[in-house]
Nanobody
Framework: QVQLIETGGGLVQVGGSLNLSCATS????????MAWFRQAPGRERESVSA????????YYTDSVKGRFTISRDNAKNTLYLRMDFLLPEDTAVYYC??????????????????WGQGTQVTVSS
């Protein structure tokens, strides 16, 4: 069983920054593909960013490229999302997710089997 706990959400003004963290309990964290998703009210959940097990390959959805940075510390079993130049449309609940089914994968996951409880990010104008 893997537990993921997100922290770092909050209220920020347009143009501000936030750092999200996702602490993971799995002992094989260094082998997992990890990702951040978000869901705004009335909208479907969307993939924001993902990172492969070694941290060398990352993915960003177009709307956050150049503003968000995903990273991981495998020694601390923690995933991060640095969010800069935040916009009102970034307002959502942010979730971290883990794919533990394909250790050391070199392709992107189509499904994540563990999810955190989410942390609210609100960007005010």
């Amino acid at each position: 069983q893997v537990q993921l706990i997100e922290t770092g959400g909050g209220l920020v003004q347009v143009g501000g920054s936030l750092n999200l963290s996702c602490a993971t309990s799995g002992r094989d964290f260094s082998s997992y593909t990890m990702a951040w998703f978000r869901q705004a009210p009335g909208r479907e959940r969307e993939s924001v960013s993902a990172i492969r097990w070694n941290g060398r390959t990352t993915y960003y959805t177009d709307s956050v490229k150049g503003r968000f940075t995903i990273s991981r510390d495998n020694a601390k079993n923690t995933l991060y999302l640095r969010m800069d130049f935040l916009l009102p449309e970034d307002t959502a609940v942010y979730y971290c997710a883990a794919d533990t089914t394909r250790p050391y994968a070199n392709s992107w996951s189509s499904d994540y089997n563990y999810w955190g409880q989410g942390t609210q990010v609100t960007v005010s104008s």
